[in-house]
């Protein structure tokens, strides 16, 4: 079984400054790795993914976020956040070859950007 | 497009009625999901079609039963649901399987379920 961890429930940041969101995994096999966000009274909507290779992932709206197999870690970053990415940012897991499995995700992080 | 459509958007239903939620996709993805969502938590699976069998029921209430009539839909049918039930379910889909594997999951905007 997967598991994902969340450390942050909230991170303030002001805007234009930089910020990172941490996501930690456990698993027994091998995994895949996303980051989705979720405005209010939205759906979810992808933002990067690691499947496999480059350890450093770009996605949509500035964000990246770097792989790293011996801390279990998928951290998200963004170098200069803006007031419309203030919403609640998910990390998530799906088992590697394991077909059409679910995905399991952390507790997710709510990204407050302070004016 | 990665465009996954669900309605209604908002449903309020009795604790005696029956009602369906539906979801659509036109990405030719082979594998559907339903989640619930409750306020301020992650979603959380309940079901997974795949190739329009059902493959993974996450031990969810027989007063929650979902159909998948084609590879493009998603149903959900809910009876005597209870206060607790109320929460957003969202519906999902991914291609499920191919050499070129890429599992992620594409979630449509959710229907908002209040149970009076």
């Known amino acids: 079984a997967q598991s994902v961890t969340q450390l942050d429930s909230q991170v303030p940041v002001f805007e234009e400054a930089p910020v990172e969101l941490r996501c930690n995994y456990s698993?027994?096999?091998?995994?895949?790795l996303f980051w989705y966000v979720q405005y209010p009274n939205q759906g979810l909507q992808l933002l990067l993914k690691?499947?496999?290779?480059s350890t450093l992932v770009k996605g949509i709206n500035g964000f990246e976020a770097e792989f790293n197999k011996s801390q279990t870690s998928f951290h998200l970053r963004k170098p200069s956040v803006h007031i419309s990415d203030t919403a609640e940012y998910f990390c998530?897991?799906?088992?590697w070859g394991g077909g059409a499995d679910g995905l399991t995700f952390g507790k997710g992080t709510h990204l407050i950007i302070q004016p | 497009d990665t465009e996954v459509t669900q309605t209604p958007k908002h449903l309020v239903m009795g604790m005696t009625n029956k009602k369906s939620l539906k979801c659509e996709q036109h990405?030719?993805?082979?594998?559907m999901y339903w989640y619930k969502q409750k306020a301020k938590k992650p979603p959380e699976l309940m079901f997974v079609?795949?190739?329009?069998?059902?493959?993974i029921n996450e031990s969810v209430p027989s007063r929650f039963s979902p159909e998948c009539p084609n590879s493009s839909l998603l149903n959900l049918h809910l009876h005597a649901l209870q206060p607790e039930d109320s929460a957003l379910y969202l519906c999902?889909?991914?291609?499920?399987?191919?050499?070129?594997?890429?599992?992620?999951?594409?979630f449509g905007p959710g229907t908002r379920l209040t149970v009076t």
């Open positions: 698993s027994s096999v091998s995994v895949y």
């Open positions: 990405m030719g993805h082979r594998a």
């Open positions: 999902a889909s991914s291609q499920g399987r191919g050499l070129a594997v890429h599992y992620e999951q594409y």
């Open positions: 690691y499947l496999s290779g």
């Open positions: 998530a897991v799906s088992r």
């Open positions: 079609y795949s190739y329009e069998k059902l493959s």
